[in-house]
């Protein structure tokens, strides 16, 4: 099965910033493996639906929700089946649980369409004071 785990949540203040990691793994060497996924990062506050974030392909084509462009910037390792989110000038209206997401069907192409992408993380949880 395909597992995907974040990692980096936690405290900060308005200003700061975080790194969030997430990595895939996948015990099915019938599907495409790392290469053939498109990654995202979505967000989720209490009470709220859930947004995109950002959206990356393996060929480094990203796209950035309106809310965080020029402050948050993903990228991949393609030697450790890891994406990262880079979260800088982090404002109050950060807070929310941080999932990332991958999916093999229209990976070349980058997305903040959360329907897009088949397999989910759990999550981590940001949390950012004023």
């Known amino acids: 099965q395909v597992q995907l785990v974040e990692s980096g949540g936690g405290s900060v203040q308005s200003g700061g910033s975080l790194r969030l990691s997430c990595t895939l793994s996948?015990?099915?060497?019938?599907?495409?493996?790392?290469?053939?996924?498109?990654m995202g990062w979505f967000r989720q506050a209490p009470g709220k639906v859930r947004e995109g974030v950002a959206g990356?392909?393996?060929?480094?084509?990203?796209i950035y929700a309106d809310s965080v462009k020029g402050r948050f910037t993903a990228s991949l390792d393609n030697a450790r089946n890891a994406l990262y989110l880079q979260m800088n000038s982090l404002e109050s209206e950060d807070t929310a649980m941080y999932y990332c997401?991958?999916?093999?069907?229209?990976?070349?192409?980058?997305?903040?369409?959360?329907?897009?992408?088949?397999?989910w993380g759990p999550g981590t949880q940001v949390d950012v004071s004023s």
């Open positions: 996948d015990d099915n060497p019938r599907r495409p493996g790392w290469g053939g996924y498109r």
């Open positions: 997401a991958a999916d093999p069907y229209l990976w070349w192409q980058p997305s903040l369409r959360e329907n897009d992408f088949r397999y």
């Open positions: 990356i392909t393996q060929a480094g084509d990203s």
